[in-house]
Nanobody, 127 residues
Framework: QVRMVESGGRLVQAGGSLRLSCAGS????????MAWFRQAPGKEREFVAA???????????EYADSVKGRFTISRDYAKNSMYLQMNNLKPEDTAVYYC?????????????????WGQGTQVTVSS
């Protein structure tokens, strides 16, 4: 059974930092594009960041404009895991954060292109 489990979400003050983790099991995600999405109450799920292996020891990453310069996506292939380092958090970053995997390695920003999803972890940023 393929599983993706997020962790690391909590309540933090504005300006603070958090590191989210996504642990995969039941499948090796090394050849898949992986991404973080988030969903705030009453809003659609939105793209945050994505990462994919492009050869050798090189990853390619993309970020939503709203998080560029503040968030960093990374992955540990040996641990089949992905991370999101979030710095200078703002109240508008409050949402449930989900990790996802795209088996076709397309690195898209569209949720429907991702086949596997975690259950989400809540990030709340207080002002």
């Amino acid at each position: 059974q393929v599983r993706m489990v997020e962790s690391g979400g909590r309540l933090v003050q504005a300006g603070g930092s958090l590191r989210l983790s996504c642990a995969g099991s039941g499948r090796t995600f090394s050849r898949d594009a992986m991404a973080w999405f988030r969903q705030a109450p009453g809003k659609e799920r939105e793209f945050v960041a994505a990462i994919t292996w492009i050869g050798g020891s090189t990853d390619y990453t993309e970020y939503a404009d709203s998080v560029k310069g503040r968030f960093t996506i990374s992955r540990d292939y040996a641990k089949n895991s992905m991370y999101l380092q979030m710095n200078n958090l703002k109240p508008e970053d409050t949402a449930v954060y989900y990790c996802a995997a795209d088996l076709n390695n397309k690195l898209t920003r569209t949720p429907v292109d991702y086949e596997y999803w975690g259950q989400g972890t809540q990030v709340t940023v207080s002002s």
